[in-house]
C-alpha cells in the first residue's frame, strides 16, 4: 500500500508540468473515445506530448501491443491519434466480458482471472485501483513531459457504482484534472443529461468540471445559441463547443455501434456477409472492409437468413463455444456450411476459424460451457482443424509472407495474435501464409467452395492482400479486377484522425481548459 502510494504522489507531481485534461460523458456512447483521440490529436499539433489513459475499460474490442499488453482498441485509437505507439499502461485495468454476468480480468496487460459482477468492488477494487497508479506511474516515468488525457467510463454518476469507481472522479480528483463533459444531442434529452449529471455531483467534484460539449449536431449551430446561453446560465460552466454531426465511418466503440452501419453504399459491387455472434470480439478488424466503397457488410445474427452474399466472414469471439452452439441451434451454420459446399467463400479470424474447423476439445472448462470434459464438439467442419483450449494465451504481434489467395513472393501480412487454444490440422491442407501455424485453406465440396481462417487479427489492414482477397471474389461475379496497390489501412485510420481533429479545432474552444 505504501509503494502505491507513492507510486501515485509521484505521478500527481509529475502531472502538474501540465494540468491533466480529462473526457467525461453523460452517458456511454456520448462520444468520449472519440472526443478524447481528437484531443490528443490538437495537442499533438500544439507540440505537447499528450498520453492517453483510461484507467478502466470494458470491451472486447482489444490490441496488443508491441510488449505481448492486452488493452482496449479506443486507447490504442488514441494513441495512434497521439502519434504514440499503444502500450497498455494506457489502459491499466481490461474488463472483456464472457457471458452470465462474468468478465475477464486483464491487469496491466496480463490475464489476472475471471470475477461476476457482485463481487467486482469486493474482490478487485483494490488490485484495479493498484494496477491504474502503475500505470500512471509508467507513463509518466516515461514521458515526464507529457499531459495526460484521460477518459472516464459510462457516466461519472451512477449513484449506485460510485463506491467502486476507479475511472471517473476518483481519478480526477487524485490527479486534479480540468474535465470537459460531453453530451449527445442526437440521443435528445441533452439539457437534463448536462442538469442531471452536474446535479448528481458531490460539491467537492463539482469545481473539476471545466467546460460542456455538445456533440454530433445536426444542421445550423445558430440554432443552439438560445439552449447554450441556457446552459451557461443554469450551470455556470461554459459551453466549449459544439460538435458537428460528422458523416464519418469512425471506428466502433462497442458492438452496438455497428447497428448504425446499416446504411447502403450506392457504389456497392460485393455483398459479404459478417456474423454478428453474441460473443463478438476484435470487430475493428472489418474496419478496412467497410471502409472500401465496392463492399457492402451486411451484419447477420443467429436466426436470421443468411441470403446470397459474395462471402461469408465469421470474426473473433470471446465465447467460440457457446457461439458455436448458438450457430448450430439457429440453423444458421447450416445455412453457412451450404454456402460453402454450393460455392461460396468463407473466412474466418480467430475464433471464427476455430468454428470452421471439424473439432473443438476443452478439457480444462476454459470456455464456460460447463465442468472439463474431454470430449470434443463438432465445428463447421469445413476446414480439417482440431482446436485444443489451454495453455497461456497467444499475445503478439506477427509478420509473414502469404501463399494464399495467390502465392506471390515478398508479397508479406501483419497483425497480431490473441487467442487461447492450439489448432492442428487433422490432414493436408494448405497453409495461408509461410508460417503454417497462422491460418490454412481448404476446398469446400465440388462446386468451387473455398473456406480459409487465420489467427491473424488486422489482416484485412494489409491493403495488397486485402485487394488481392476481393479480387477473388470479384473474378467470381465477372467484374472488372481492383488495384491491388494499396497501402496499409493505418494511412487511412490516420487520415480520419485528422478530419476528427480539424472539425474539433473549427468547433471547440480548448484555451479554458489548458
Known amino acids: 500500500m505504501l509503494r502505491c502510494s507513492t507510486l501515485l504522489e509521484a505521478a500527481v507531481s509529475q502531472a502538474r508540468t501540465h494540468t491533466p485534461l480529462m473526457v467525461l460523458g453523460t452517458s456511454s456512447g456520448a462520444g468520449k473515445s ?16 499528450p498520453l492517453p489513459f483510461k484507467g ?16 482496449a482498441y479506443s486507447q490504442a485509437l488514441q494513441a495512434w491519434a497521439a502519434g504514440r505507439e499503444p502500450e497498455c499502461a494506457m489502459n491499466p485495468v481490461l474488463l472483456k466480458p464472457q457471458g452470465d454476468s462474468t468478465s475477464e480480468v486483464i491487469h496491466l ?59 471517473n472522479l476518483r481519478l480526477a480528483q487524485y490527479l486534479r484534472a480540468r474535465c470537459l463533459l460531453v453530451a449527445d444531442i442526437e440521443r435528445g434529452g441533452v439539457f437534463a443529461q448536462i442538469v442531471g449529471t452536474l446535479a448528481l455531483l458531490r460539491p467537492v467534484e463539482r469545481p473539476l468540471i471545466g467546460g460542456l460539449l455538445i456533440n454530433r449536431f445536426r444542421g445550423r449551430r445558430e440554432l443552439f445559441d438560445e439552449g447554450r446561453r441556457w446552459l451557461e446560465q443554469h450551470s455556470g460552466i461554459p459551453v466549449l463547443g459544439v460538435m458537428p454531426w460528422l458523416d464519418e465511418l469512425f471506428p466502433p466503440e462497442d458492438s452496438l455501434d455497428l447497428l448504425e452501419r446499416r446504411g447502403r453504399k450506392r457504389g456497392a459491387e460485393l455483398e459479404i456477409a459478417v456474423l454478428k455472434l453474441p460473443s463478438l470480439s476484435n470487430f475493428s478488424d472489418l474496419d478496412p472492409l467497410e471502409a472500401e466503397p465496392t463492399v457492402q457488410l451486411r451484419w447477420v445474427e443467429p436466426g436470421e437468413p443468411l441470403g446470397t452474399p459474395d462471402a461469408v466472414v465469421i ?37 471464427g476459424m476455430q468454428m470452421l474447423g471439424r473439432e473443438l476439445e476443452d ?47 515478398n508479397l508479406s501480412v501483419e497483425g497480431f495474435e490473441l487467442h487461447r487454444g492450439h ?31 487465420t489467427y491473424l487479427h488486422g489482416i484485412f489492414d494489409n491493403g495488397p492482400w486485402r485487394r488481392r482477397w476481393l479480387n477473388q471474389l470479384r473474378i467470381r461475379r465477372g467484374l472488372e479486377l481492383l488495384s491491388e496497390q494499396q497501402p496499409h489501412h493505418s494511412r487511412q485510420r490516420d487520415a480520419l484522425l485528422d478530419r476528427l481533429a480539424d472539425a474539433f479545432e473549427t468547433h471547440v474552444n480548448l484555451e479554458p481548459l489548458l
Not at 454456402?339 to 473466412?347: C, K, L, T
Not at 465445428?379 to 485444443?388: A, I, N, S, V
Open 34 to 49: 472519440l472526443m478524447t483521440a481528437a484531443l490528443c490529436r490538437v495537442l499533438k499539433r500544439r507540440g505537447e506530448t
Open 56 to 71: 478502466q475499460n470494458m470491451s472486447n474490442n482489444a490490441w496488443v501491443d508491441p510488449g505481448g499488453g492486452e488493452m
Open 109 to 167: 496487460g496480463r490475464s489476472v482471472g475471471t470475477c461476476r459482477a457482485e463481487h467486482y468492488y469486493r474482490d478487485w477494487f483494490r488490485p484495479g485501483w493498484a494496477a491504474i497508479r502503475q500505470g500512471l506511474h509508467t507513463l509518466q516515468d516515461q514521458h515526464p513531459e507529457g499531459r495526460l488525457v484521460l477518459e472516464g467510463a459510462g457516466s461519472p454518476v451512477e449513484v449506485n457504482l460510485q463506491a467502486r469507481d476507479l475511472t
Open 315 to 351: 470474426p473473433g469471439s470471446k465465447q467460440t463455444l457457446r457461439d458455436l452452439d448458438r450457430l448450430h441451434s439457429s440453423g444458421l451454420g447450416s445455412a453457412v456450411q451450404r454456402f460453402a459446399r454450393s460455392g461460396g467463400a468463407v473466412f474466418g479470424v480467430c475464433g
Open 363 to 409: 478439457p480444462d472448462g476454459l470456455e464456460g460451457q460447463g465442468p472439463a470434459s474431454s470430449s470434443a464438439v463438432a465445428g463447421l467442419g469445413l476446414l480439417p482443424l482440431r482446436t485444443r483450449f489451454g495453455g497461456e494465451k497467444a499475445l503478439r504481434h506477427r509478420q509473414s509472407n502469404v501463399h494464399w489467395p495467390v502465392h506471390q513472393p
Open 423 to 453: 489448432t492442428q490440422a487433422l490432414e493436408p491442407c494448405s497453409p495461408l501464409c509461410e508460417d503454417p501455424a497462422l491460418g490454412w485453406v481448404a476446398d469446400c465440396g465440388d462446386q468451387g467452395g473455398i473456406a480459409a481462417g
